[in-house]
């Protein structure tokens, strides 16, 4: 058997194009029954990873050729994009440089932000979900729980993660050395997942006084206010309460645009502190990017706050 994987990630492919390659839930399903009809790939064992920053695939195949093709085939079925578009951005490697790849993105040496500690528990969610849809295999089973544990070793071995690294804390240190202090800023967050939770504390421990969650579920940020000290508004009032924000950060899972030029427009039009900055940290982009054209409204992505 041999080790494969093939996949994008934010290096050389744009986040207008990686946004077609999140995958969650029943995207994830689709993935693993298409892989497994490819009865002649020589695929024995799966696993997909896909983060805000990457999508990949490895795989345990008993011959490398169909395998590798399987899996780029994976790429070209999975998106709008024709083959000779997306093409030139899958990356692949096999056998002993498959491995070391996946050691150094459980190492976080090949994340965007350098030692960003959320990759190895992305990676441990990708492994429980392949074991979930019986993707793996005895060679993959191994493979993981390595990974996982190199993973851990680089970071109580080194200094790595010595300084919080997550895209969360980089959009809000972006945010200061665009704003500067947040103690007297309104900040909105919209969402209230994982990477919400990890936005709101990084925004209190930099100063912010006045944060509001708004979540599609207004029980989901209330959880999350109780135990940050924000406050929690839901999607219904959310054209109501965007305009006063000097600082809005998006991160949600959603795989559209929450927000569309055509319905907030007329709300960002006429901004009472006159500038408003938004980061969507979200892959896909949840803020339609017209939104930008928007007189006073400043918006940038995850791409601004990693090269800052």
């Known amino acids: 058997m041999y080790i494969l994987v093939a996949g994008i990630n934010y290096r050389n492919v744009p986040v207008q194009v990686r946004e077609y390659f999140a995958m969650c839930g029943d995207d994830l399903s689709r993935g693993y029954t298409f892989l497994s009809e490819k009865t002649n790939s020589g695929i024995a064992g799966s696993v997909i990873l896909t983060t805000c920053n990457?999508?990949?695939?490895?795989?345990a195949a008993?011959?490398?050729?169909?395998?590798?093709?399987?899996l780029k085939s994976f790429f070209y079925n999975i998106s709008p994009l024709t083959e000779a578009e997306i093409g030139p951005y899958v990356y692949h490697y096999t056998c002993d440089n498959a491995m070391l790849h996946l050691f150094r993105v459980a190492s976080g040496l090949?994340?965007?932000?350098?030692?960003?500690?959320?990759i190895l528990t992305q990676i441990k969610?990708?492994?429980?979900?392949?074991?979930h849809y019986q993707a793996t295999d005895s060679i993959l089973n191994t493979l993981f729980h390595k990974a996982m544990y190199v993973g851990k070793k680089a970071r109580s071995d080194t200094d790595i993660d010595a300084y919080p690294t997550s895209v969360s804390h980089a959009a809000v240190d972006f945010a200061m050395s665009e704003l500067g202090e947040l103690e007297h800023k309104d900040i909105l967050v919209i969402g209230a997942g994982e990477m919400s939770s990890m936005t709101v504390r990084c925004l209190f421990q930099h100063g912010a006084k006045n944060v509001t969650v708004a979540n599609r579920t207004y029980e989901k940020a209330r959880q999350l206010v109780d135990e940050t000290g924000?406050?929690?508004?839901g999607f219904d009032i959310l054209p109501w309460e965007l305009p006063r924000a000097d600082l809005v950060?998006?991160?949600?899972?959603?795989?559209?645009h929450i927000m569309t030029y055509a319905v907030y427009e007329p709300v960002l039009s006429n901004l009472p502190k006159g500038k408003m900055m938004i980061i969507d940290i979200s892959v896909p982009r949840n803020i339609d990017p017209e939104i930008g054209r928007i007189p006073g409204v400043s918006l940038n992505d995850i791409i601004n706050c990693a090269m800052w």
């Open 125 to 131: 969610e990708a492994y429980r979900f392949a074991v």
């Open 54 to 59: 990457r999508t990949e695939i490895y795989a």
């Open 249 to 256: 950060i998006c991160c949600t899972g959603a795989n559209f």
């Open 230 to 233: 924000a406050r929690a508004i």
């Open 62 to 70: 008993s011959d490398i050729k169909p395998g590798l093709e399987a």
């Open 110 to 118: 090949d994340s965007m932000i350098i030692g960003e500690g959320q």
